[in-house]
């Protein structure tokens, strides 16, 4: 065990509840709204409430509705996306189950598009039938709205950093907290406790997520000792906008869905050229493909065009992207929009089984943070809003067993952390650029050690009093992007969004899961999905 600050329990300010929530995407948010129905509810974020990365969600969410789509589809698109990693009880129980979370929802009163009367289901790569539901390309800002306005009863606490977990004998028992705008450190004894802190695409320089995905929970669950998994997966989305200053914005798979295409510097469209699935390719397909042709190019960008698209339709079914572009000059009906790769989302995380419960007793995980065995190598599009509502909402129900636990408070401390200054931003930005150079889309073992050997010359990152949001979220990147690469070393083939230049091809021996716990590092030794081919 491992705490990131020096504290003792006995002297700081402390409060009692059924429930700690940690993080406020699709995943807290729900299992905040679901949880009070039982006990009392503190929900805790870093930020504000409604800055997360499920707020930045476009394409929409994925569940089985039309006649002609079955769930056994919906299983299959996942499973050949993951690339022989899912577990397949996992995925079905995410497809099986996301009808009755959907309807919840719709409930709740948050609107999601509708033609006819119906649904409208539009597509994404990798799926073989038109199941993705959408409100516009906000979908992730609609949804969390909708469950902010029915947060009533749950004592919310925002600008409020968690700084550790308080785990006794492998059971959680609260979380230390600091308060970020009054600058005092306080302890929550709780009978539960629900990370749902989201991803950690800030590793690399180039991203999608907000700067709140740091890894917060990932780094909180593996200091106490929970298991890892899957740590070596990354997906980069690959379109996100090359702006001209910088900006990364991403630009949802579901305009390639309406029929836009990827051209080349020369104007060509390439993607026949990579996969017959074509601009509807699994995401690290494409990105590699961008990749390929950038680096025969003398920029570094390639063009999503969608001139064939109406402009009037476009304007309606993505609105917050035509107001981007066009605010960049850019007339969709002669222009192309430039894009390039970006890290998008975390396959990999805190162990799980399928109530979202991970290794330590008492403490969940959901979301991004989580790896519940449904993404496997990588994610199907669209299936990420859908297993944090999922099983979040599976958590909340498993976690009734533990409601009638009585707390007793026990004594934590710390202080072996030194109070020392550092170029914190110098730091961060030294490391997103190297794991953007050496951990990204390509891979080989020089780059690898490259990283860790960069790693190693800055362990001092770890013993640092992290109790500020600066050095706290530099402790979990230092954290998470360590796991990361140990793993992508120790995976000696291709799979995936993980593709290594050194061993380019996949090796069925090494179809099983990477886990880790502390600085042990292992295969699971069991296979969890058979490989479907397409």
Same mark, same amino acid.
């Given at each position: 065990?491992?705490?990131?600050?020096?504290?003792?329990?006995?002297?700081?300010?402390?409060?009692?509840?059924?429930?700690?929530?940690?993080?406020?995407?699709?995943?807290?948010?729900?299992?905040?709204?679901?949880?009070?129905?039982?006990?009392?509810?503190?929900?805790?974020?870093?930020?504000?409430?409604?800055?997360?990365?499920?707020?930045?969600?476009?394409?929409?969410?994925?569940?089985?509705?039309?006649?002609?789509?079955?769930?056994?589809?919906?299983?299959?698109?996942?499973?050949?996306?993951?690339?022989?990693?899912?577990?397949?009880?996992?995925?079905?129980?995410?497809?099986?189950?996301?009808?009755?979370?959907?309807?919840?929802?719709?409930?709740?009163?948050?609107?999601?598009?509708?033609?006819?009367?119906?649904?409208?289901?539009?597509?994404?790569?990798?799926?073989?039938?038109?199941?993705?539901?959408?409100?516009?390309?906000?979908?992730?800002?609609?949804?969390?709205?909708?469950?902010?306005?029915?947060?009533?009863?749950?004592?919310?606490?925002?600008?409020?950093?968690?700084?550790?977990?308080?785990?006794?004998?492998?059971?959680?028992?609260?979380?230390?907290?600091?308060?970020?705008?009054?600058?005092?450190?306080?302890?929550?004894?709780?009978?539960?406790?629900?990370?749902?802190?989201?991803?950690?695409?800030?590793?690399?320089?180039?991203?999608?997520?907000?700067?709140?995905?740091?890894?917060?929970?990932?780094?909180?669950?593996?200091?106490?000792?929970?298991?890892?998994?899957?740590?070596?997966?990354?997906?980069?989305?690959?379109?996100?906008?090359?702006?001209?200053?910088?900006?990364?914005?991403?630009?949802?798979?579901?305009?390639?869905?309406?029929?836009?295409?990827?051209?080349?510097?020369?104007?060509?469209?390439?993607?026949?050229?990579?996969?017959?699935?074509?601009?509807?390719?699994?995401?690290?397909?494409?990105? #590699? %493909? +961008?990749?390929?042709?950038?680096?025969?190019?003398?920029?570094?960008? =390639?063009?999503?065009?969608?001139? *064939?698209? /109406? &402009?009037?339709?476009?304007?309606?079914?993505?609105?917050?992207?035509?107001?981007?572009?066009?605010?960049?000059?850019?007339?969709?009906?002669?222009?192309?929009?430039?894009?390039?790769?970006?890290?998008?989302?975390?396959?990999?995380?805190?162990?799980?089984?399928?109530?979202?419960?991970?290794?330590?007793?008492?403490?969940?995980?959901?979301?991004?943070?989580?790896?519940?065995?449904?993404?496997?190598?990588?994610?199907?599009?669209?299936?990420?809003?859908?297993?944090?509502?999922?099983?979040?909402? #599976? %958590? +909340?129900?498993?976690?009734?067993?533990?409601?009638?636990?009585?707390? =007793?408070?026990?004594?934590?401390? *710390?202080? /072996? &952390?030194?109070?020392?200054?550092?170029?914190?931003?110098?730091?961060?930005?030294?490391?997103?650029?190297?794991?953007?150079?050496?951990?990204?889309?390509?891979?080989?073992?020089?780059?690898?050690?490259?990283?860790?050997?960069?790693?190693?010359?800055?362990?001092?990152?770890?013993?640092?009093?992290?109790?500020?949001?600066?050095?706290?979220?530099?402790?979990?990147?230092?954290?998470?992007?360590?796991?990361?690469?140990?793993?992508?070393?120790?995976?000696?083939?291709?799979?995936?969004?993980?593709? #290594?230049?050194?061993?380019?091809?996949?090796?069925?021996?090494?179809?099983?899961?990477?886990?880790?716990?502390?600085?042990?590092?292992?295969?699971?030794?069991?296979?969890?999905?058979?490989?479907?081919?397409?």
């Amino acid at each position: 065990m491992s705490y990131s600050v020096n504290f003792d329990s006995n002297e700081v300010e402390s409060y009692m509840s059924d429930y700690v929530i940690v993080g406020s995407g699709i995943a807290g948010l729900n299992a905040s709204y679901l949880a009070k129905s039982y006990g009392e509810v503190f929900l805790l974020t870093k930020d504000r409430l409604f800055r997360s990365n499920s707020s930045l969600a476009q394409g929409g969410i994925a569940c089985v509705i039309s006649q002609i789509d079955s769930f056994q589809s919906h299983i299959e698109d996942t499973i050949y996306a993951g690339a022989g990693l899912c577990d397949r009880e996992a995925v079905e129980v995410l497809v099986k189950e996301a009808p009755s979370n959907i309807k919840r929802l719709i409930d709740l009163g948050i609107n999601f598009d509708k033609k006819d009367g119906q649904l409208e289901l539009g597509r994404e790569g990798a799926h073989s039938a038109n199941r993705i539901i959408h409100a516009g390309d906000y979908t992730g800002k609609e949804i969390i709205n909708g469950l902010i306005s029915v947060l009533d009863g749950v004592k919310i606490f925002e600008d409020t950093l968690v700084l550790d977990l308080l785990v006794e004998d492998n059971m959680v028992k609260g979380i230390l907290a600091k308060n970020l705008i009054l600058n005092q450190i306080f302890i929550v004894w709780a009978k539960v406790v629900i990370l749902a802190t989201g991803g950690a695409g800030n590793l690399f320089l180039n991203t999608t997520n907000p700067d709140t995905s740091t890894g917060d929970g990932i780094s909180l669950a593996a200091r106490q000792g929970a298991v890892l998994k899957d740590m070596e997966f990354m997906q980069f989305h690959p379109t996100a906008l090359h702006g001209k200053d910088g900006e990364r914005f991403l630009i949802t798979e579901a305009i390639r869905g309406e029929g836009g295409i990827l051209r080349n510097e020369k104007g060509v469209r390439f993607m026949p050229f990579y996969h017959k699935l074509n601009e509807l390719a699994p995401r690290d397909v494409v990105s #590699r %493909a +961008i990749l390929s042709e950038i680096s025969k190019s003398k920029i570094d960008y =390639v063009y999503l065009d969608v001139s *064939n698209i /109406d &402009k009037s339709l476009f304007k309606q079914r993505f609105p917050s992207i035509f107001e981007k572009i066009e605010k960049m000059g850019i007339d969709i009906e002669k222009d192309y929009i430039p894009v390039s790769p970006a890290a998008h989302y975390y396959m990999g995380g805190i162990a799980t089984d399928l109530n979202g419960e991970t290794t330590i007793k008492g403490l969940y995980a959901c979301g991004e943070c989580a790896c519940t065995g449904v993404q496997g190598a990588n994610r199907l599009a669209s299936n990420s809003l859908l297993e944090g509502l999922v099983f979040s909402t #599976r %958590a +909340i129900s498993d976690s009734k067993k533990y409601l009638n636990n009585k707390i =007793v408070p026990s004594h934590f401390h *710390n202080n /072996d &952390k030194i109070d020392v200054e550092i170029d914190i931003d110098g730091l961060k930005h030294e490391l997103r650029y190297l794991m953007e150079k050496n951990v990204g889309i390509i891979r080989s073992e020089n780059s690898l050690k490259t990283m860790l050997n960069w790693l190693k010359l800055h362990e001092n990152i770890l013993y640092i009093n992290a109790d500020d949001r600066a050095k706290n979220e530099l402790l979990s990147l230092y954290i998470v992007s360590k796991y990361m690469t140990m793993s992508a070393l120790l995976r000696k083939e291709s799979r995936g969004s993980h593709f #290594r230049t050194d061993y380019p091809e996949e090796n069925e021996m090494y179809r099983k899961h990477i886990l880790i716990r502390g600085d042990e590092i292992y295969f699971d030794g069991q296979d969890y999905s058979t490989k479907i081919d397409r």
